[in-house]
């Protein structure tokens, strides 16, 4: 236990920064002399760099978690400061399976899984991640087995039939928050079977984690939350400016700390870099694209192992997407987080996210960001292995198009597996979509 | 024929009727409010309106057809509809025909609370069937009579237990599958007595000696549509002695439980009675613990899993059933369907195939 504590706390604040500094040094020998690409991008970020040592570090530490510290394989949208004053070291599945899809590897992954019997009709992200489980194949080295498997239904109830499947490969406890799911105002009684069942898990976290839990520590840990959140906030509420500094796929990957490492100081650290960059930015005219004629919002997750070919296209024609229904939704919870009550508010916060409310309230929501951040057009990923954030996309169009007065197209695609994917006919609707507005 | 019954509750019973989408709910509330639940499994066959076209093709053909049915012009003797919080899809469903459309009569939703049983849920779910109880009083104009619903939870117990009896000695009824599921799935649109006059009348063709001869199949999955594939069990030799359709058995509380001073944790007791469903479920092994008794206390030989295609929930549970059968050395065949009105001729001969793999091993039956 101590040596492995000890290889846990080496790969995270000396081996993985140690690792990052010797290829920050070689890839800028291999830049010295090189030509630069043409491209219809702004310069890059130089957060990216800072992103990717920060995940690389953070993933390569979770490689020596198991028996150092307590593990949690989480869904995105459990409220995970609370488990950060117990010491967990957390696993996303689904950022794991994103980076899997980037890097191409979910058909591989995804056959693994239906050998053993799933569909190819369910989620790709769940495919990815039990073929990575049955497999042991992850790029990112390995990934530590779970104490505890933290399940939160505020995305999709998708996640709970995942989290079974993995609580049976594990033989874990599986932590179920279950959030009912909230057509206009949510029912008193509602909330509080949420925050019942928050209270239940800090119980069954203080047991597995050894200890308990100090309210101060607790409110510290939300106060953190809150923080990151209002940050990733303002650094999305950039995009609002013409032209945005960024865009909105930038911000798919960017968004990855709020999601991964909410409640803690690396995260906050990170976005106030990220936000001092987007505000020098715009303060020097640097756009995310060189020449933004016409703004976009993006709904639903991303083609993860397309975004560089999409964003390439859309830049190309002179088109940003300056915000995404999806990225938003990490800031919405932080809004309702109150630190000085840190189970009962994030009962409310975490019950009332844009995944588990009705579609007037997703209308309502893309009607804002469609005024706030000047917006032309919409794209509407219609996702495959996404059915709970495409439901009600062909009805919005219209009221897109009808109502709020913005183009909208559908998008046949999956988030993360390419066999669902028919690029040339997507690129094609795309062009005729983006000539539309000349 | 569904459709003049319903007529005659609302013209003889002056009856309200609720149109109930899958797949747990608390029928006893609605009984006891005087509301006929028409269930809606589809209805299959392909979409009753254009409707189905709000929806994208990989969302599952129930949900596809139930919204075009909702929104179509064939529900004019529905007064209103119940969305249980069963899936993503039909949650979905709810929110698309309320906020963009479709459908303008009362709405109501019950959320079935998951995963285990825990003093979170059970004080949660007591809450919920009560506010369900005080919607559907404004809804019918009157205040719950709670020995009415004490009465409404005596009578469908006393149905459960007759379609649970149906079902378990299933060797001993003279009736084919196709007969036999036609009487179980009439209580999905029967007034509850109407039901267990017809349930009684079946339990005549109880005999006391094994009249099913053919090969035992225990069959899982979401709803037997369609209906044909009894008939070309029987045709292949085989009948169903174990059931866990959703819509069928999985809905049966196997023990009569005493009515208790507070109707609402009766019902949820009741809740946490049945058979584990993967809608409601936190715990595979539970369930598979489950099916595995089921499989043996009838003597089953192979399993039939039938779903529907895009049924999440149904479908991750399927590698961990095939395991545990596999183990058992059980063969397991998959059958995946969209509400079709017949069953094609591919799925026809995998059927018969399996039986007759059934047959020729030493699973095999007697037929």
Same mark, same amino acid.
């Given at each position: ?343 009962? !508010? ?5 019950? /009332?996210? #844009?995944?588990?409310? &009705? +579609? =007037?309230? *997703? %209308? ?17 990923? !219609? ?5 709970? /954030?495409? #439901?009600?996309?062909? &009805? +919005? =169009?219209? *009221? %897109? ?38 | ?367």
């Amino acid at each position: 236990m101590i040596t492995r504590r000890i290889q846990y706390e080496m790969a995270g604040r000396v081996v993985g920064p140690m690792l990052m500094s010797l290829e920050r040094w070689q890839k800028s020998r291999r830049r010295r002399g090189g030509k630069k690409k043409d491209t219809p991008f702004g310069p890059s970020l130089e957060s990216v760099r800072r992103l990717k040592e920060l995940m690389t570090v953070y993933y390569f530490k979770g490689r020596y978690a198991d028996g150092a510290v307590p593990v949690a394989w989480v869904t995105s949208g459990f409220p995970v400061e609370l488990l950060r004053p117990l010491g967990f070291y957390v696993v996303y599945p689904e950022n794991h399976a994103a980076i899997c899809s980037v890097q191409r590897l979910v058909p591989e992954l995804s056959d693994a899984a239906e050998a053993e019997g799933y569909s190819r009709d369910l989620c790709g992200y769940a495919r990815c991640d039990l073929g990575s489980v049955i497999t042991k194949k992850t790029p990112m080295g390995r990934l530590p087995k779970p104490d505890m498997l933290a399940c939160c239904t505020n995305i999709c109830q998708t996640v709970l039939y995942w989290y079974r499947s993995l609580a049976a490969h594990f033989q874990v406890p599986l932590v179920l928050i279950d959030t009912p799911f909230v057509f206009g105002e949510a029912a008193p009684h509602h909330i509080q079977y949420v925050k019942d069942q928050l209270e239940e898990l800090m119980e069954a976290a203080e047991k597995i984690g050894g200890k308990k839990v100090a309210t101060e520590e607790l409110e510290e840990t939300t106060r953190m939350a809150v923080e990151g959140t209002r940050l990733w906030g303002e650094c999305l509420a950039a995009g609002r400016n013409e032209p945005s500094p960024w865009t909105a796929f930038d911000g798919f990957f960017h968004m990855a700390p709020i999601v991964t490492m909410r409640g803690g100081e690396e995260c906050n650290s990170y976005y106030r870099g990220l936000l001092d960059e987007l505000k020098d930015r715009i303060q020097r005219g640097i756009g995310g694209i060189k020449n933004e004629k016409y703004r976009l919002l993006w709904d639903n997750l991303p083609i993860w192992f397309n975004v560089r070919e999409l964003s390439t296209l859309f830049a190309e024609n002179h088109f940003n997407f300056v915000c995404s229904t999806y990225t938003d939704a990490w800031t919405e919870a932080g809004s309702r987080i109150d630190p000085a009550d840190p189970i009962g !508010s994030a009962a409310e916060a975490y019950t /009332y996210i #844009i995944l588990n409310r &009705d +579609l =007037k309230n *997703r %209308l309502d929501l893309i009607e804002r960001l469609t005024k706030e951040y000047k917006v032309h057009g919409a794209v509407l990923h !219609s996702d495959r292995s996404c059915k709970p /954030y495409s #439901i009600g996309q062909i &009805d +919005l =169009k219209e *009221r %897109l198009g009808e109502g709020v007065g913005i183009k909208a197209l559908v998008l046949e695609a999956d988030h993360a597996d390419p066999r669902s994917y028919a690029r040339e006919p997507a690129e094609n609707r795309l062009l005729a979509f983006m000539e539309s507005f000349h | 024929m569904r459709k003049a019954y319903i007529e005659k509750q609302k013209r003889e019973h002056n009856r309200k009727v609720l149109a109930v989408l899958p797949i747990h709910y608390p029928k006893e509330i609605l009984t006891a409010l005087d509301i006929l639940a028409v269930e809606l499994w589809g209805p299959p066959g392909p979409p009753r309106g254009d409707a189905a076209g709000r929806l994208q093709v990989y969302i599952c053909s129930l949900v596809r057809n139930a919204t075009a049915f909702l929104a179509g012009d064939d529900v004019g003797m529905v007064d209103g509809v119940l969305y249980p919080h069963t899936c993503d899809s039909i949650q979905g469903m709810s929110t698309l025909l309320e906020d963009f459309g479709g459908w303008e009569k009362p709405v109501f939703r019950f959320f079935h609370p998951r995963g285990e049983s825990r003093k979170s849920l059970r004080t949660f779910l007591v809450a919920e069937l009560k506010s369900l109880a005080a919607q559907l009083s404004d809804f019918v104009g009157r205040e719950m009579d709670m020995d009415a619903l004490r009465r409404a939870i005596a009578m469908h117990r006393r149905i459960d237990e007759a379609r649970a009896g149906l079902l378990g000695r299933r060797s001993h009824l003279e009736m084919s599958d196709s007969e036999l599921y036609r009487v179980l799935r009439r209580g999905e649109f029967l007034w509850p007595e109407d039901h267990l006059q017809e349930l009684r009348e079946a339990e005549g063709a109880f005999r006391p000696e094994v009249v099913q001869k053919g090969i035992p199949i225990m069959i899982s999955g979401y709803v037997p549509e369609p209906m044909a594939i009894f008939q070309v069990l029987e045709e292949a030799g085989a009948f169903v002695a174990a059931d866990d359709y959703a819509g069928v058995g999985r809905r049966l509380v196997p023990s009569i439980l005493e009515v208790g001073e507070d109707p609402f944790a009766t019902l949820a007791e009741m809740s946490y009675a049945a058979p584990p469903c993967p809608t409601q479920t936190s715990t595979q092994g539970r369930r598979m613990e489950y099916l595995s008794r089921l499989f043996d206390a009838h003597g089953a030989v192979g399993v039939i899993v039938h779903e529907l295609k895009f049924c999440e929930p149904e479908l991750f549970d399927y590698p961990a059933i095939k395991k545990t059968f596999s183990e058992k050395g059980a063969p397991v065949l998959l059958l995946e369907g969209e509400l079709e009105l017949e069953l094609s001729g591919q799925v026809v001969t995998r059927i018969e195939a399996f039986i007759e793999l059934l047959d020729s091993g030493e699973h095999g039956g007697a037929s």
